[in-house]
């Protein structure tokens, strides 16, 4: 892990207008750092904020208020087509349903995160293969996303999100969908990656067992992030 911050969040706030009930803050008044190459996981209930959160950090939504700087870009300064770039770039993004394309094989579907980059076609085809052995489908490639398992699924969005080697990777309830030794595995697997290629890792989830693949622990209650667990629930049941 270095020294220096590879994501850095300041009061971020973000208010959605819920029809006629009034506003939400999704996110309210969260401040973060992540230091290049760690693996940070954000622990919190479904609704607490955890996704928008990681789309205020990776440039897929903007914040009502405060500020995001990723690889020492200030994501506010950037128009559309900049921020496009750099999410192609520097972000890799794993969600909860995986979100493959369903008529595409495993290997396609690895094959469009390289598409829009300068690597020539044989490369490409090189690199997916790669990446489908590093995450265990080396049998798989060219079976369709119906004809796999959900963790085999997941594996296949995992390799898709580290096709371009993307400084940072963001895990949206990467787990959400798996059994829980499936889930660790896959967890496993992501800390093992991301710690070969120096990648950064922010991962949300509300699955208790992920504290023992993790850096560092930070807990969501109703946007507002915490260092230490909220004492104000009960929690048994969810960690
Ligand atoms: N696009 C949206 N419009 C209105 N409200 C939203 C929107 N996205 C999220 N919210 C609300 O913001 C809160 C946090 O949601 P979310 O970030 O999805 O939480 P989590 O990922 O932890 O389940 C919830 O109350 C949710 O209903
Ligand atoms: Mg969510």
Redesign the pocket.
Same mark, same amino acid.
């Given at each position: 892990m270095s020294n220096s911050n590879i994501i850095e969040a300041s009061n971020l706030t *973000?208010t959605?207008?819920?029809g006629n009930v009034g506003e939400? *803050?999704?996110?309210d008044d969260a401040s973060l750092e992540v230091k290049e190459g760690e693996f940070l996981t954000i622990f919190?209930?479904?609704?607490? /904020? *955890?996704?928008?959160?990681?789309?205020l950090i990776g440039g897929l939504d903007k914040p009502t208020k405060g500020k995001v700087t990723l690889d020492g870009l200030e994501l506010s300064k950037l128009n559309e087509a900049k921020l496009v770039k750099v999410r192609r770039e520097k972000v890799g993004f794993v969600f909860q349903a995986f979100n493959l394309i369903p008529t595409f094989s495993a290997l396609e579907n690895v094959q469009v995160a390289l598409a829009p980059t300068s690597m020539p076609k044989n490369e490409q085809l090189d690199r997916a293969v790669e990446l489908l052995e590093l995450v265990g489908l080396k049998q798989r490639i060219n079976h369709l996303p119906a004809e796999l398992s959900a963790g085999e699924q997941q594996r296949v969005a995992i390799a898709r999100a580290f096709a371009n080697k993307p400084k940072v990777l963001l895990l949206?309830?990467p787990t959400g969908n798996l059994d829980t030794k499936t889930g660790k595995e896959i967890l496993k697997m992501c800390h093992k990656a991301s710690k070969d290629q120096g990648q950064t890792v922010v991962a949300?989830t509300?699955a208790g067992y992920v504290k023992s693949y993790t850096n560092r622990l930070l807990f969501?209650r109703d /946007?507002k992030l915490f260092s230490e667990m909220p004492k104000d629930e009960i929690q048994e049941e969810e960690y």
């Open positions: *973000k959605y207008r819920k939400v *803050k999704a996110v919190g209930p479904s609704g607490s /904020g *955890k996704t928008t959160l990681l789309n949206d309830e949300v509300h969501m /946007g």
